[in-house]
């Protein structure tokens, strides 16, 4: 049989109101003998409280939810980690929703956790080129704000609430100009989806490094893909058959990279010998693959550990930070028939 609060009083010696202020570390305090005396109880009877009357004792109090395009991505797999980590500093329950790149999915998230009072809303994965349902969902944050909600994004540049943003463009900046520098000029590019903004971000990076360089960047050597293994993959075979004399491929992330690379095995094509390819975020997988991924690290477990700490931080008003990112040389990029 369930033990009960009432149970827990009677043995404490304190009335059920009692147990319930120190259980739910109520806002009226209570002396620290009876506090001991049902601390006492609670041990010696193994209770466990109820979390559905914590939360409407305490709402907000315990939990936080994180929306995030898909936790199964290496990607958001270690802003997770580092998200939980930060929580789990802080006693905090995560309650993560994947949205999987669905807009509508992600509004309808965000009024859920509202619905269940959480304290804070994090909000991790690129933005999207809508103004429509950006405008829908700033009100949704902005009500959760003004009702005393704490937001935090990663990787967001219009919404509202504290963020953490990773350096994409400046990434791919640096990246390019080191591709270009080794003297590759027949270049593919394997970009993530049109809709999101981390997309035009990086490609912006490299747009802007391909124009200081003076080298264009054809239509034809640039395909739009899905942000996976697979969607890398099925790029890389069009981009070979339309453009055969490629010298370096660059692909905007490292899932796309690891598609590439199984492509190019497929077909023959040695990396880094016949074909430089190079990827961006320095997931786990990067540095395992063979050859090793030359890639842009952004620090996904701080970023996650960041956010986390803006959500439950003390700060009266929102305020943004930027997450570095750095080049990293492995041996899938050289220069041109060099290797």
């Not at 942000?227 to 981009?239: E, I, K, N, V, Y």
């Not at 970023?303 to 041996?331: F, K």
């Amino acid at each position: 049989m369930a033990v009960t609060l009432a149970d827990v009083a009677r043995l404490a010696g304190v009335s059920p109101a009692t147990v319930s202020r120190v259980i739910n570390d109520s806002a009226k305090r209570v002396n620290e003998d009876l506090r001991e005396r049902v601390l006492a109880a609670v041990r010696q009877l193994h209770y466990v409280p109820n979390a559905h009357a914590q939360n409407v004792a305490r709402p907000r109090k315990s939990a936080v939810g994180v929306i995030v395009h898909d936790v199964s991505d290496p990607y958001f797999a270690e802003i997770t980690r580092g998200l939980q980590r930060q929580a789990g500093a802080q006693d905090r329950l995560l309650v993560i929703c994947n949205s999987y790149r669905e807009p509508e999915r992600e509004l309808a998230y965000v009024g859920l956790l509202r619905a269940q009072q959480v304290h804070a809303l994090i909000l991790a994965g690129s933005g999207y080129h809508d103004d429509a349902f950006t405008e829908r969902l700033n009100g949704e944050l902005d009500a959760y704000q003004q009702a005393g909600g704490r937001v935090a994004v990663i990787g967001r540049h219009r919404l509202v609430g504290s963020a953490v943003l990773p350096a994409n463009e400046d990434g791919a900046h640096e990246l390019g100009l080191r591709i270009l520098g080794l003297g590759h000029r027949e270049i593919g590019v394997i970009a993530g989806p049109r809709y999101l903004t981390t997309t035009t971000d990086r490609l912006s990076g490299f747009r802007r490094a391909f124009d200081e360089a003076g080298v264009e960047l054809p239509a034809s050597r640039l395909v739009y893909c899905d942000f996976t293994r697979d969607g890398g993959a099925q790029a890389t075979g069009a981009l070979l058959d339309a453009e055969p004399g490629l010298t370096a491929l660059i692909t905007l992330n490292d899932s796309m990279a690891v598609g590439a690379l199984a492509t190019l095995r497929e077909r023959g094509v040695r990396v880094p010998e016949d074909i430089s390819v190079t990827g961006f975020d320095d997931m786990p997988i990067a540095r395992d693959v063979t050859p090793a991924l030359t890639t842009v690290r952004l620090p996904l477990v701080e970023m996650g550990e960041r956010a986390m700490a803006l959500a439950l931080g003390d700060d009266t008003g929102p305020h943004s930070e930027r997450a570095a990112a750095a080049l990293v040389w492995r041996s899938s990029l050289t220069a041109p028939g060099s290797a």
